[in-house]
């Protein structure tokens, strides 16, 4: 049966990569090596875990999904996958990539998550934006390993709840362990903490809710469901800004790691949103 290596859950800040490559030195913002020393050091939890393929799990940002037709859950199955659009090029400076797919793994995910009740819509013809594009230049850069990406509806409402995102994480580790395979499988999922778009709080220095923030490192790094359950309404991620739902896919990569403290954990306090690290070994420590 296949293994889960690691379970890493991220924010994904689209400015990285511009801040910390393509910006010359002398203009780089004060943050940018930190940033950017965090950023590896966080790739070595991955490198660790020794994946054989990533299961990748993100939001479509209106790209190629609208509110006329936004699956609550879907998956990839296809060969290759183009990543990275061209407003997310001119805009972040993001690089593009094409990334082999894994479509047997992606069909038994598929089989596996309708047979447990989560009613997945499917795609041939997925092209993947910074959701999952920013998680490899953070953590696989080389865009080397096959993947199966998952989309979560975070942006238009009705949204699922909470315990609904940490059952499909269960969900997802049972089956990825059930696949009738050696190979080990890296599930890695990105979101946000709190964050405005669009609106009055956007482009401040910090994030617009850092209480929100601190909360929120802190259940994830010691595995805190409970206290998730109990604190997050779709009241409380409103009020930390119009789109921390991001917080949701993290609340999801929970469900795959299981109860228990990180054994890695980060986060860094930036402008705009606050980034944050997170990287659960199932089978144990392996570094």
Known sequence: MAVVSAVLATTHH???????ELTPPERRRPEAAEWKRKVEAYRETLTAARPDVLVMVGADHFHQLFYDNYPTFLIGKQPTYDATWHNEERYFGLPTFVLDGHEDLSGYMLQGLIDRGFDFAVSHELKLDHSITCAIVAV????DLPIVPIYTNIFAPPLASPARFYALGEAIREIVEAYPSDQRVAVI?????????GGPRQFQDTAPDLEFDRRAVEWLADGDIDAILEHVTPQVLEAAGNATDGFLDLVLMLGVAGRGKAHYADHLELFQTTEAFFTWYPGGDPR
């Open 14 to 20: 689209p400015f990285f990569y511009r801040e910390t």
């Open 140 to 143: 696989r850069p080389e865009g």
């Open 189 to 197: 999922g990105t979101g946000h903490l709190s964050l405005e778009i």
